[in-house]
């Protein structure tokens, strides 16, 4: 079975202390941000968002993991 090369994009939601709040992947995260505007509690917390763009979802999961294991988001 061929690797999906599908470009997939990691985000971090920052407070204004510089908090961690939540790291996620998507294909996109402006898009995902406005799921979460109407899904999470922690939305109007958000003050920063670092995206950062993988080559393919199999990537972004690993650094997602790996971020949530090592970065610890709230």
């Known amino acids: 079975m061929q690797e999906d090369k599908t470009?997939?994009?990691l985000y971090r939601h920052y407070d204004k202390a510089g908090v961690l709040l939540y790291v996620g992947i998507s294909l996109s995260a402006v898009v995902r941000l406005s799921q979460h505007k109407a899904y999470s509690r922690w939305f109007s917390k958000i003050d920063t968002?670092?995206?950062?763009h993988h080559s393919s979802r199999k990537a972004?999961?690993?650094?997602e993991k790996r971020a949530i294991k090592s970065e610890r988001p709230k």
């Open 60 to 63: 972004a999961l690993a650094a």
């Open 49 to 52: 968002i670092k995206i950062e």
């Open 7 to 9: 470009p997939t994009e």
